[in-house]
């Protein structure tokens, strides 16, 4: 079945470092990509998407780019602020499906 | 717009008994979806609606019912609460279904003792 892996947390930067978050998934068909943040309490908010191959999503600074011939879609930002601290999800829902997939979550934190 | 709405945040519940996560959206978005997060599980899709009057089971249904009579609302029933069933419940509603942006709420805290 179809199935999201991504690395195990938890992640710990200073202020200013680069940050990558590998995401791999397995689907039958083209599924659309996904990463959703959780903050401290709060429910899970959408970051970016993309829904083709080669296709890049952005958003605040963090960028994924979808890679069929690896089925992977991870997660960059170049410089991570103390704010980036949350729980990071790669997820995937394929196409014409009612359902969405998600990895196990990220965790980040980010020292000043 | 108030956006997606869950009660209660926090509930305590003995094994056995019953109750009903409320969720409402007050977007029209006629996708709505409910999910169950574990530690180290990521959210796991339990019951999800295309539309009022249709649900359809997600991966873990077992031990939960949902209706859903109109486009606001969607509750979550669990019949007889059991400790497996102790997580965070998450609702969350879409516009254009799984394929776009989902929209969730804050999160309910269920403990079954």
Known sequence: GDSVTQMEGPVTLSEEAFLTINCTYTATGYPSLFWYVQYPGEGLQLLLKATKADDKGSNK??????????????????SVQVSDSAVYFCALTTTGGFKTIFGAGTRLFVKA | ?????????????????????????????????????????????????????????????????????????????????APSQTSVYFCASSYSGPQGEQFFGPGTRLTVL
């Open chain 1, 61 to 78: 600074g963090f960028e994924a780019t979808y890679r069929k011939e690896t089925t992977s879609f991870h997660l960059e930002k170049g």
């Open chain 2, 1 to 81: 717009n108030a956006g997606v709405t869950q009660t209660p945040k926090f509930q305590v519940l003995k094994t056995g008994q019953s109750m009903t996560l409320q969720c409402a959206q007050d977007m029209n978005h006629e996708y709505m979806s409910w999910y169950r997060q574990d530690p180290g599980m990521g959210l796991r899709l339990i019951h999800y609606s295309v539309g009022a009057g249709i649900t359809d089971q997600g991966e873990v249904p077992n031990g939960y019912n949902v209706s859903r009579s109109t486009t606001e609302d969607f509750p979550l029933r669990l019949l007889s609460a």
